[in-house]
């Protein structure tokens, strides 16, 4: 118990950290955002009465595929030494998608969000159901 002890320590999850994401700059913003979209997603499902153990299986998976694609992003930045360019453009990317679940949730369980972005969402939803459909 002590050897996990040891290698759980404040210095070796930083230098762990730094090595899969690099100075990431908005990495703990993200991870926010992808807990207020599962929460909102959650809330969602039960108020539409969808609630399934598989579908959420899948978007917590996505959700992990995200952080494997933002360290392969660091480790291209660092190959190609781009000062974090690519996985800072990869982080902006997934906190933009977080940001449109959570307010698409948000406005299927009812919450008041302005007209004009109300209408934005509605037409992404009518371009993945025509997509879905082909």
């Keep these: 118990m002590e050897h996990i002890t040891l290698f759980f320590n404040r210095e070796n999850l930083d230098a762990i950290h730094l090595y899969l994401f690099g100075g990431v700059r908005f990495l703990d913003l993200l991870a926010l955002l992808m807990l207020i979209d599962v929460a909102t997603g959650i809330t969602r499902a039960i108020k539409e009465k969808r609630l399934r153990s598989r579908t959420a299986y899948f978007g917590y998976a996505r959700k992990v595929g995200a952080f494997g694609i ?19 453009a990869t982080v902006l990317f997934y906190i933009s998608v977080e940001g449109l679940s959570i307010l698409e ?19 992404i939803g009518d371009k993945k159901k025509e997509e879905s459909e082909k």
Excluded at 70 to 88: E, K, Q
């Design 70 to 88: 933002i360290i392969l992003a660091n480790i291209i930045d660092i190959i190609l030494d781009l000062n974090g360019a690519i996985t800072f």
């Design 105 to 123: 949730n948000y406005a299927q369980i009812g919450g008041k969000i302005p007209e004009a972005i109300k209408d934005k969402l509605q037409v």
